[in-house]
């Protein structure tokens, strides 16, 4: 699976728009960018997931750049409780099987009243 | 929703004793994970299971094993216990077809003392 780069840390305002990129530059044509955050010392929560096209959800929106190298989760109206280490992760299709998440150092976001 | 469920939550050993963890995932996935995430560490793939056979595997001492029953819970086994075992034990399913988005459970915390 292709290594992912996130900033360490980042910081954002309550109520604005959170953005964190993730540099994914060896990524192959059958991986998909997926977005995991975990809340202080709970179980990491699935966010979101993309091949090449731009998705969104109830949670957050993912672009990804047309060449794939890089994404940006976004996170419309941050709230205190969005507070948490986002993780970017490549993988490919597992075809059915039960591949494991390799988790980076990912990016500790903070909310800031 | 129904979520994945963990016991015990917390987990007291000396060392040298062994401990048994137990998943039972969301009804209806058929795959589950196990992870391990020492104190400031990110989170660590340690086995999978597809279908009741073991599917992936990655850092795993040889002194831990796991299987998944017939009703697809899942139990991890330590045995010879050390300090360096002191962590967060994450389980996670998925649903049926291959589909790879994993849904944590709230972990074990195993204090080895």
């Known amino acids: 699976d292709a290594k992912t780069t996130q900033p360490p840390s980042m910081d954002c305002a309550e109520g604005r728009a959170a953005n964190l990129p993730c540099n994914h530059s060896?990524?192959?044509?059958?991986?998909?960018v997926y977005w995991y955050r975990q809340i202080h010392s709970q179980g990491p929560q699935y966010i979101i997931h993309?091949?090449?096209n731009n998705e969104t959800n109830e949670m957050a929106s993912l672009i990804i750049t047309e060449d794939r190298k890089s994404s940006t989760l976004i996170l419309p109206h941050a709230t205190l409780r969005d507070t948490a280490v986002y993780y970017c992760?490549?993988?490919?299709?597992?075809?059915?099987?039960?591949?494991?998440?390799?988790f980076g150092k990912g990016t500790h976001l903070i909310i800031q009243p | 929703a129904a979520g994945v469920i963990q016991s015990p939550r917390h987990l007291i050993k000396e060392k040298r004793e062994t401990a048994t963890l137990k998943c039972y995932p969301i009804?209806?996935?058929?795959?589950v994970y196990w992870y391990q995430q020492g104190p400031g560490q990110d989170p660590q793939f340690l086995i999978s299971?597809?279908?009741?056979?073991?599917?992936d595997k990655g850092s795993i001492p040889d002194r831990f094993s796991a299987q998944q029953f017939s009703d697809y819970h899942s139990e991890l086994n330590m045995s010879s216990l050390e300090l360096g075992d002191s962590a967060l034990y994450f389980c996670?399913?998925?649903?049926?077809?291959?589909?790879?988005?994993?849904?944590f459970g709230p972990g074990t915390r195993l204090t080895v003392l």
């Open positions: 060896t990524i192959s044509g059958n991986e998909y």
């Open positions: 992760i490549v993988m490919g299709w597992s075809g059915g099987g039960a591949d494991g998440l390799t």
């Open positions: 996670a399913s998925s649903p049926l077809a291959g589909v790879d988005t994993q849904y």
């Open positions: 993309g091949l090449k």
């Open positions: 009804p209806r996935h058929d795959t």
């Open positions: 299971f597809y279908e009741k056979m073991q599917s």
